[in-house]
């Protein structure tokens, strides 16, 4: 079955404490991306990566770093999380001239004391 | 800077009736333009598309939308609401004709309520 798949899908953590959320996906896609839903804010773009090896920054990249050291995998990495980044994570792919059809990861909820 | 605004945090329709969620955008050159749909304790869905062509656009369980250049506006519709509608919904655009280069901006969403 073709699908992103997120762990942990739900997080407790304290300040400082590094963590990292992981992201596979199995559809071969090139594109891969973390997005952060917050209330009334809507979806906001961390990181993107357009292939192996090829990161940038979206909309709000302080305070987390990506990797993407193969294909299937896109780890988001949060060095000393702060409570500003509780929130709802998804992480997304798709084929690099399809990006509209993004298929998403059932989210990440993090809480961070 | 590209944008999206959805000005309603909620829309609430008796089933059996039209919905209309409305978007409006702002982007340099050419938009693409999408709907998402969020069901509780899922992923966004992608729901439709406009990128070039017919300003009506069909897409999965019903719904369309209508892509109108003039008020930079591509609001979501379906003719009869049903109760398994009841979600969050997102609109999306990204800027045209640049290849892969453009980001997708999302707006902050409306929630959708069909009641009996």
């Known amino acids: 079955e073709a699908q992103v798949t997120q762990n942990p899908r739900y997080l407790i953590t304290v300040t400082g404490k590094k963590l990292t959320v992981t992201c596979s996906q199995n559809?071969?896609?090139?594109?891969m991306s973390w997005y952060r839903q917050d209330p009334g804010l809507g979806l906001r773009q961390i990181y993107y990566?357009?292939?192996?090896?090829?990161?940038d920054k979206g909309d709000v990249p302080e305070g987390y770093k990506v990797s993407r050291k193969e294909k299937r995998n896109f780890p988001l990495i949060l060095e000393s999380p702060s409570p500003n980044q509780t929130s709802l994570y998804f992480c997304?792919?798709?084929?690099?001239?399809?990006?509209?059809?993004?298929?998403f990861g059932p989210g990440t909820r993090l809480l961070v004391l | 800077a590209q944008s999206v605004a959805q000005p309603e945090d909620q829309v609430n329709v008796a089933e059996g009736n039209p919905l209309t969620v409305k978007c409006t955008y702002s982007?340099?050159?050419?938009?693409?333009l999408f709907w998402y749909v969020q069901y509780p304790n899922r992923g966004l869905q992608f729901l439709l598309k406009?990128?070039?062509?017919?300003?009506l656009v069909k897409g999965s369980y019903g719904f369309e939308a209508e892509f109108n250049k003039s008020q930079t506006s591509f609001h979501l519709k379906k003719p009869s609401a049903l109760v398994s509608d009841s979600a969050l919904y997102f609109c999306?655009?990204?800027?045209?004709?640049?290849?892969?280069?453009?980001?997708?901006?999302f707006g902050t969403g409306t929630r959708l309520q069909v009641t009996l």
């Open positions: 997304a792919s798709s084929f690099l001239t399809q990006r509209e059809t993004q298929y």
């Open positions: 999306a655009v990204r800027k045209g004709d640049t290849g892969t280069a453009s980001k997708l901006t």
């Open positions: 990566s357009m292939n192996v090896e090829v990161t």
């Open positions: 559809m071969n896609h090139e594109y």
């Open positions: 982007v340099s050159g050419n938009p693409y």
């Open positions: 406009y990128i070039t062509g017919d300003n």
